[in-house]
């Protein structure tokens, strides 16, 4: 069974930094697609897309639009260890980060394309 546990959430003013860690427990780290959503409180159960590490292409990385040149996604095959280097936060970066991991050649951008998930870290943004 594939786990994946996230830290490095908090409180931090606009204009910080955060970053967040998976360490995903997989045999097929190397070569898994692993990936950040995000929920927003108050949106119902609807989880955005924020960043991908995609396996199949050697770990090459892909943003949304919306945190381009200011989210850094990276791996760490020794750690088996998948971070999100958060800058310049916004106050509409509040959420709950989850990330989500697939050994499946699958569309990266949406939930069902994953099939292991952790359990999320709070990230909170204060003006």
């Known amino acids: 069974q594939v786990q994946l546990v996230e830290s490095g959430g908090g409180l931090v003013q606009a204009g910080g930094s955060l970053r967040l860690s998976c360490e995903v427990s997989s045999a097929t780290f190397s070569r898994d697609t692993v990936a950040w959503f995000r929920q927003v409180p108050g949106k119902g159960k609807e989880r955005e897309w924020v960043a991908a590490t995609i396996g199949w292409i050697g770990g090459s990385p892909s943003y949304a639009d919306a945190i381009q040149g200011r989210f850094t996604i990276s791996r760490d095959i020794a750690k088996n260890t998948v971070y999100l280097q958060m800058s310049s936060l916004k106050r509409e970066d509040t959420a709950v980060y989850y990330c989500?991991?697939?050994?499946?050649?699958?569309?990266?951008?949406?939930?069902?394309?994953?099939?292991?998930w952790g359990q999320g870290t709070q990230v909170a943004v204060s003006s």
């Open positions: 989500a991991a697939t050994s499946r050649v699958a569309q990266i951008t949406t939930p069902d394309g994953y099939d292991y």
